[in-house]
């Protein structure tokens, strides 16, 4: 049988996605029956929720983290596991991942020997790598997460590159308590204003998962230079048809939030622009208008809203926003702990 990983979600079926879900809500539940009586099941529940006892994670982080980091450290703990973290360039050696390359720079070992090395010492590998954010047409290739997963013998996990399946995850689970059924539920995907163009991996994410769900998906966002790569447009199509939803995109704000149910903001980079931003600049400038506000919130259904954090507030989206009840970005943020422990969870032992 292959090796399996977790990379992207486009990798799961549906099924396959509930299932982590049901695992995730059920780690969640057994976590708050633990906090309100721990003395009745600190060795009931809890024992038998350890499938990593006597396991461990390599974390690698080539990019900051606070809620990755801290979520993964504390859910391996929990499953009964161990993590190591490390920083390749800094308390660990740079990495090289070119083939073939002549390694006369500031890379000291390449990525054959470090994953291979490091499947001798850990049941699990876990790797956050944003892009170069100079060519897309290089950073699309997402060559550092895909490196992991060849030269490895243990299963690897996605912490963010050009995706990121855990936030999707997250989001999924939070949305499925609020919502309960996700058919015909009208989902907006809104690009918002940053002084910085950012990562598209976390919107990649959005309309991977909200089209795997089936909702009724509308990628909202200034001009078509800031329409997501054609592949993943493509994934949110397929997935809208084999679950029934749709995709669209659309320019129009009013009409975008009306009746939707859903409103998950993200700012990011076009990518005719990518690594050219002063050029960038000043379409993004001419678009803070499409900050999440009350009044955009009142075209919607009641709608939730939420982002993957961190979020700067007054500017990708107001204080009355983020502090309203209709704000389930909390939520999101805590489940990130439960469904990395599904994915944890249904990944070890292969390797």
Known sequence: MALRHFIT?????RAEIDALLGQAAA???EMRIHAREPAIHAGTVRQGARPLAGKSIALLFFNPSMRTRTSFEL???????????LSPGKDAWPIEFEVGSVMDGDSEEHIAEVARVLSRYVDLIAVRAFPKFQDWTVDRQDKVIKAFARYATVPVINMETITHPCQELAHA?????HLGDFKNKKYVLTWTYHPKPLNTAVANSALLIATKLGMDVTLLCPTPDYVLDERYMEFGRLNAEQNGGSLRVSHDI???YSGADVVYAKSWGALPFFGKWEQEKPIREASKHFIVDEAKMALTHHGLFSHCLPLRRNIKATDAVMDSPACIAIDEAENRLHVQKAVMASLIGQG
Not at 9 to 13: A, L
Not at 78 to 84: E, F, K, P, S
């Open 27 to 29: 780690f969640k539940q």
């Open 9 to 13: 979600t486009q990798d799961y079926s």
């Open 254 to 256: 009013e009409e975008a």
């Open 173 to 177: 689970l939070a949305l499925k308590e």
């Open 75 to 85: 859910g391996a703990f929990q499953l009964g596991g161990h993590a190591i973290v």
